[in-house]
């Protein structure tokens, strides 16, 4: 019979945070808010729930987190903390850490929630993930879950809401748009199931035996974020410009439209 692995799992990418504990039997967790607000609380509630376990950093078999894409304040804060709680445990020896992308695990987090046959882990399903990247932008990924393993079958990319195409294949969308764009999204994905979901800790503990049996742990040093977006801001001469654009739009908008609320 296989050892039971303990795994630690974190999330910081978006504005909430989620950190879960395994001893392969039992899980425990604690969900908080994320965000620049993760900086300080991240760690208090990764003690508490050692303590509530009974488990040490150095019986862990790895340290999950979310890589990202996301929060660049969150990613910096689960990779540091990843890699702090790594180097320090075993006396100095280190632990192995996990990077999961975060859309990985909000796909799965929607695919746990989905009722029906689909919610079975070796059910096939295409999930189309998207989070939203703020700037008036998403970030969205497609994945296959099949024989209880998930497989990216595309890149992450930013779009714009109103130029999203899923893939063929897709069954799902799941993320935390559907309100943000509501309206802006092709009135064409109507036909598809749409999940509300988060990436959370749990989802990265029911990934995390798959993708560490496949050989993706790997050294602290190496726990980096995922960064698809290199531009965080705009310029002052952007800012302007999209307030004219803005302005235009609205301008030139159908008499009688009412933009959402």
């Given at each position: 019979?296989p050892?039971?692995l303990?795994?630690l799992a974190?999330?910081?990418?978006?504005?909430?945070?989620?950190?879960?504990l395994?001893?392969?039997?039992r899980?425990?967790?604690?969900?908080?808010?994320?965000?620049?607000?993760?900086?300080?609380?991240?760690?208090?509630?990764?003690?508490?729930?050692?303590a509530?376990?009974?488990?040490?950093l150095?019986?862990?078999?790895?340290?999950?987190?979310?890589?990202?894409?996301?929060?660049?304040?969150?990613?910096?804060t689960a990779?540091?903390v990843?890699?702090?709680?790594?180097?320090g445990?075993?006396?100095?020896?280190?632990?192995?850490?996990?990077?999961?992308?975060t859309?990985m695990?909000?796909?799965?987090?929607?695919?746990?929630?989905q009722?029906?046959?689909?919610?079975?882990?070796?059910a096939?399903?295409?999930?189309?993930?998207?989070?939203?990247?703020?700037?008036?932008?998403?970030?969205?990924?497609?994945y296959?879950?099949?024989?209880?393993?998930?497989?990216?079958?595309?890149?992450?990319?930013?779009?714009?809401p109103?130029?999203?195409?899923?893939?063929?294949?897709?069954?799902?969308?799941a993320?935390?748009?559907?309100g943000?764009?509501?309206?802006?999204l092709?009135?064409?994905?109507?036909?598809?199931p749409?999940?509300?979901?988060?990436?959370?800790a749990t989802?990265?503990?029911?990934?995390?035996?798959?993708?560490a049996?496949?050989?993706?742990?790997?050294?602290?040093?190496?726990?980096?974020?995922?960064?698809?977006?290199?531009?965080?801001?705009?310029?002052?001469?952007?800012r302007?410009?999209?307030?004219i654009?803005?302005?235009?739009?609205?301008?030139?908008?159908?008499a009688?439209?009412?933009?959402?609320?």
């Open positions: 019979m050892k039971p303990k795994f974190f999330d910081t990418s978006t504005d909430r945070m989620s950190v879960a395994t001893d392969g039997a899980i425990w967790q604690h969900s908080g808010p994320g965000g620049a607000l993760a900086s300080t609380t991240l760690i208090p509630a990764i003690l508490a729930l050692l509530e376990s009974g488990l040490t150095g019986q862990l078999d790895a340290i999950v987190f979310g890589r990202g894409p996301g929060s660049f304040t969150g990613l910096r990779c540091s990843a890699q702090g709680l790594a180097f445990a075993n006396h100095g020896a280190g632990i192995p850490v996990l990077p999961i992308d859309l695990a909000l796909a799965e987090e929607a695919r746990f929630q009722a029906g046959p689909m919610a079975a882990a070796d096939p399903l295409n999930v189309t993930a998207l989070l939203d990247a703020r700037m008036d932008e998403m970030y969205l990924q497609c296959e879950f099949s024989s209880k393993q998930c497989r990216s079958i595309m890149d992450c990319t930013l779009i714009r109103e130029n999203l195409v899923p893939e063929p294949s897709t069954q799902l969308l993320g935390n748009v559907f943000v764009y509501a309206g802006r092709p009135a064409a994905l109507a036909s598809l749409c999940v509300e979901a988060f990436p959370t989802a990265l503990l029911r990934l995390a035996p798959a993708l049996a496949a050989g993706l742990c790997v050294d602290a040093a190496l726990a980096l974020p995922l960064y698809v977006r290199d531009k965080v801001a705009l310029t002052t001469e952007e302007a410009q999209a307030r654009d803005a302005a235009e739009a609205a301008q030139a908008a159908p009688g439209l009412v933009a959402p609320g």
